[in-house]
């Protein structure tokens, strides 16, 4: 019904930059709160960002680095990461609460990007 497909991540150096984005299509009414997660080796998922209803929250380790933002005409997710360092290092997914054509509401993920900061 829905997908979400992530682009851009790969390997940067430390102080480095990364863009990554995020498309939704399928059966798509309307896209409610989108985010960002992360997921390093060996520790549990976590919020990086997050705009909810107009809100935009930052996790405290990535605020004045990184920037969420969405485009509701193009169904598109991104997220700017500046002043990247090496605790960075994790898989990105894309998080977004869809209302589809068909009247359904739920959580959709896409398949995760890796981001590497190593120099």
């Known amino acids: 019904q829905v997908q979400l497909v992530e682009s851009g991540g790969g390997l940067v150096q430390p102080g480095g930059s990364l863009r990554l984005s995020c498309a939704a299509s399928?059966?798509?009414?309307?896209?409610?709160?989108v985010a960002w997660y992360r997921q390093a080796p060996e520790k549990q998922r976590e919020l990086v960002a997050r705009?909810?209803?107009?809100?935009?929250n930052y996790a405290d380790s990535v605020k004045g680095r990184f920037t969420i933002s969405r485009d509701n005409a193009k169904n598109t997710v991104s997220l700017q990461m500046n002043s990247l360092k090496p605790e960075d290092t994790a898989v990105y997914y894309c998080?977004?609460?869809?209302?589809?054509?068909?009247?359904?509401?739920?959580?959709?993920w896409g398949q995760g990007t890796q981001v590497t900061v190593s120099s």
């Open positions: 399928g059966y798509i009414f309307r896209i409610n709160t």
């Open positions: 998080n977004a609460e869809i209302r589809t054509t068909l009247g359904s509401v739920r959580d959709y």
């Open positions: 705009i909810d209803s107009g809100t935009i």
